[in-house]
């Protein structure tokens, strides 16, 4: 059906009068909205230092909170507002200075218990690095569910200026949960090996990896290093083992 001229020439009229300019004031009036929903959501106490400028649905946010976790949620909160299109997050942690090596070691001990009476903790092998606040954590964990937990417990702790997450989570394998079993049998059953299961936060680490196991965690001997690893190897399914575990005379540089 062709257009008669009348209704082409108000079709034509209609599209010149939204001009740039009409774009513009429908936009300030949608970023004007939008920024309102925003600073509602920000309406807590741990965002009180935050501050939030809408711009063509891009939200930028500056200014300071105390924990990580908290410059994390602002922006999970933000994301989940109608109408925003993408989150610029600058707020900056301002958390009490630790130094690296501190943070450090209070965050391995908190770690070393995190899923306690879950019956995984033997199963994660989380790693540590800290340079200027920033924290990185790496190693392997159990499942989704382990991970996530190091992560919160690790972005809730002052101190911490940010989280980088290369944590590998081990693959779903009934086989691998075989091997995991039997593999904490046959080492925390043998009467030598058995006294590391007195601490639930600092066990032998089990990791399974299609079939390929790995060893972590540190031992009292040279003599327990070996006994577990000649342990892991007797276990069925088992294709390869990695032994990593440290021995602490070795790291203190006592005999």
């Known amino acids: 059906m062709r257009l008669s001229s009348k209704v082409f020439t108000a079709i034509f009229a209609t599209a010149l009068a939204l001009s ?11 970023d004007s909205q ?4 925003v600073v509602k959501s920000l309406d807590k106490k741990q965002f009180k230092d935050v501050h939030a400028e ?8 500056t200014g300071t909170v105390l924990l990580y976790a908290d410059k994390e949620d602002a922006d999970r909160r933000v994301h989940h507002r109608k109408g925003v299109t993408a989150v610029d997050n600058e707020i900056q942690v301002a958390a009490t200075e630790v130094d690296d090596a501190t943070l450090t070691r209070k965050l391995a001990e908190k ?6 009476g879950y019956g995984t903790t033997a199963f ?8 200027d606040g920033v924290v990185t954590l790496g190693g392997s964990a159990y499942g989704p569910v382990d991970k996530d937990s190091a992560v919160s417990l690790v972005s809730n702790y002052q ?3 940010d989280v980088i997450d290369n944590i590998n989570v081990d693959p779903l394998s009934p086989m691998d949960d075989r091997i995991r079993i039997a593999e904490y049998r046959t080492i925390y059953g043998f009467p030598t090996l058995n006294r590391y299961a007195i601490d639930p936060g600092k066990p032998i680490r089990i990791t399974v990896v299609n079939g390929n196991v790995t060893l972590t ?5 040279q003599a327990d290093k070996d006994t577990a690893n000649v ?7 088992v294709f390869k083992v990695i032994n990593q575990l440290q021995v602490a005379s070795a790291l203190t540089g006592k005999n």
């Open 20 to 30: 740039p300019a009409t774009h513009a004031f429908a936009q300030a009036g949608q």
């Open 34 to 37: 939008v920024q309102a929903d």
């Open 54 to 61: 809408t711009n063509n649905g891009v939200v930028k946010l």
């Open 111 to 116: 770690l070393e218990y995190d899923r306690v």
């Open 124 to 131: 994660n092998s989380i790693t540590i690095g800290v340079h």
């Open 159 to 161: 101190g911490v200026k």
């Open 217 to 221: 965690g540190v031992v009292d001997s």
């Open 231 to 237: 342990r892991a190897n007797t276990v069925p399914g």
